[in-house]
């Protein structure tokens, strides 16, 4: 890299002087672009979405982001996912925007160790699948790699199964 990239070893230099710094790149997930359909799906219009969803643009920090299970998900038990739509309408989830921006290959070691084992679900872009169905989509370790799964709203939901709301201020 030193002999092959024009300008490596000033800019090393400049560095180690003081007259310069490296900086990590800052990762903005935008939601307000087009969000990824799978084939056949469509989006639920904005009404019917939950309304405290986040929104705009945003810089990435996992510290911001709560894995967040309803009362109703805990200690063993199981909600229906129409009730627990309804029980989110008052957190901050996050969309389908995170989910895919943390799937691109180069982000995926932004993704927290510890989400691993469990289907990370965000609420804050609901589907119609092809056959009607509502669902919301989510984001899996699968032994090997990360990938997207989804789930309808009219299965059961377990404490495996939290949604991705933004931490509280």
Known sequence: MMCERKGFLSQTRDVLLGRAEIKPREHIIDCDTPVFIPDGWEV????????????????WN??????????????GKWIEGNKLRRELTKQPVYTAHLLDYLLIPENQH????????????????????RDGNLCVRCLSWRGDRWSWGYRWLDNDWDGG???AVRASA
């Open 110 to 129: 932004l993704i927290p160790e510890e989400w691993k084992g469990k289907w990370i679900f965000f609420w804050g872009t609901i589907y119609r699948d």
């Open 44 to 59: 639920l219009p904005e009404a019917e979405q939950l309304p405290n969803r986040v929104k705009g643009k945003f810089a």
């Open 62 to 75: 996992p510290k911001e982001v709560t894995l967040h299970l309803a009362n109703g998900q805990k200690d």
């Open 161 to 163: 199964y939290p949604a």
